[in-house]
């Protein structure tokens, strides 16, 4: 078993390249499926979800390489429509394929991605989308079986929810679609924009991509390109976190401020001065720690729910009393009792959280029970007194490109050990 050993109150200093972003990666690597010829995505972050996606890819039928930081694909005759049910359990963001799927293929057989570490992870909106698009979507014993043998048309959807998720589903379904396809209330986070950015290289026609209204219209083939993956700007909102709890000061090379609009603000209002670039971040504690009087978590630009951990962590040590409202997920608090264990004061209701400052943080041995609560346990040890030792760390690895390496090239004492 693989952990995290963690000596604290160790001041971070220096500067970090931050990794491609996770959650446009996996959308992009899905969009790949749609392109004929040869797509070259650059800097792709290293992580277990981006190896499960390209072998996803290698299910369907497509040549899928990894090599550093670049994933290359060969989508010409895509000849599978079945993701194989050990990979959609492994990467519950798998469903984002079935867009791509149906809309290469014309039918797509996978198993309900189920649940994950932060609840019920239900899909209604994609295919309440999909079906609106002429697909036929049976669900049976946990099975998807999803086809569109006269192909998929254009459609006018309103989603409930601006889920990324769906308006990526959506936005893979219609690139090939015959006629016109309007999201509405679509989701606003810059990942989107990303996902259009690429599509619209291979030769789609997406427009809006990053408001709240998207207008894709079909065409008949796209054709594999040369992309760029966006930076990871929840890996960068972490970084800033490990920054604020060691009183430390780095600087976030490739980090967009465009892309952390609803974060920065809660960095000064904790005590760190944060400058911006063109081309990265500089964010340093220049005043001691206070507490953010109320952190709401929203879909983009609002305050972004995969930051709710991590920034939470710093706060643990923060003069003061804050509250963290979690709008987005029904249990994502659970980082909660491990930080507790660590000295942490913290009451949860629903989905509130009163994070009280302590003075003091303890290293203990806790468990990461989901992917940013891990990145929240390393946060918080960081700036314990004495060593941590910190399980589950295979969760983290789905998310940040080998966290402890960062960290320690800016002086952390961080080592992943094997017992
Ligand atoms: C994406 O998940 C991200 N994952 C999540 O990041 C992120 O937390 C989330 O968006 C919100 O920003 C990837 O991009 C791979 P949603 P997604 O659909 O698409 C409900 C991380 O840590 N909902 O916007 O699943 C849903 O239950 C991960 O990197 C429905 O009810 O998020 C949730 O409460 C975690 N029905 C809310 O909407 C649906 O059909 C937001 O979900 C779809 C969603």
Request: with cysteine; aromatic share 4%; net charge neutral.
């Amino acid at each position: 078993m693989q952990m995290f050993v963690v000596e604290g109150e160790k001041r971070l200093g220096g500067e970090i390249k931050v990794q491609g972003a996770k959650n446009s990666a996996l959308p992009l690597i899905a969009a790949a499926l749609l392109a004929k010829g040869e797509t070259v995505l650059h800097n792709c972050p290293r992580l277990s979800d981006v190896f499960a996606a390209c072998r996803i890819l290698g299910c369907l039928g497509c040549d899928c390489t990894v090599l550093g930081n670049t994933v290359t694909v060969r989508a010409d005759e895509p000849c599978g429509c079945c993701v194989p049910d050990e990979l959609m359990r492994e990467m519950r963001s798998s469903i984002v394929f079935l867009g791509a799927v149906l809309g290469r293929t014309g039918e797509c057989y996978l198993s309900f991605p189920g649940g994950c570490e932060l609840g019920p992870r239900p899909i209604d909106m994609h295919l309440s989308a999909l079906r609106k698009m002429g697909a036929d979507i049976s669900e049976r014993y946990g099975m998807l079986r999803c086809s569109s043998p006269g192909g998929l048309r254009g459609a006018d959807i309103q989603l409930p929810f601006p889920s990324v998720g769906a308006t990526e589903n959506t936005m893979l379904a219609a690139v090939l679609a015959e006629g016109t396809t309007v999201i509405k209330n679509a989701a606003r986070e810059p990942e989107i924009a990303d996902l259009a950015g690429f599509l619209n290289k291979c030769g789609a026609r997406i427009e809006g991509a990053g408001s709240d209204t998207v207008v894709i219209r079909g065409v008949k083939t796209l054709t594999g390109c040369e992309y760029s993956v966006m930076p990871d700007r929840i890996a960068a909102a972490t970084l800033m976190s490990a920054a604020a709890v060691t009183g430390g000061e780095l600087s976030l090379i490739g980090a967009r401020a465009s892309d952390l609009g609803a974060v920065i603000p809660v960095f000064e209002e904790m005590g760190c001065s944060v400058y911006t670039y063109s081309d990265r971040i500089y964010v340093c504690r220049s005043r001691p720690l206070c507490s953010v009087k109320m952190i709401r978590t929203m879909p983009f630009p609002g305050f972004p729910t995969d930051a709710q951990a991590p920034v939470m962590a710093a706060l643990t040590k923060a003069a003061g009393t804050g509250v963290i409202v979690e709008n987005i997920f029904e249990n994502r608090f659970r980082h909660v009792d491990e930080l507790v264990r660590m000295g942490a004061d913290i009451k949860t209701e629903g989905k509130v959280a009163v994070i009280n400052g302590v003075s003091r943080l303890y290293g203990a041995r806790t468990v990461a029970a989901d992917l940013r609560g891990g990145a929240a346990l390393v946060t918080a040890a960081l700036a314990a007194e004495g060593v941590s030792e910190i399980e589950g760390i295979r969760f983290i690895d789905r998310g940040y490109e080998s966290l402890e390496k960062q960290l320690a090239s800016v002086g952390a004492d961080i080592k992943r050990v094997t017992k």
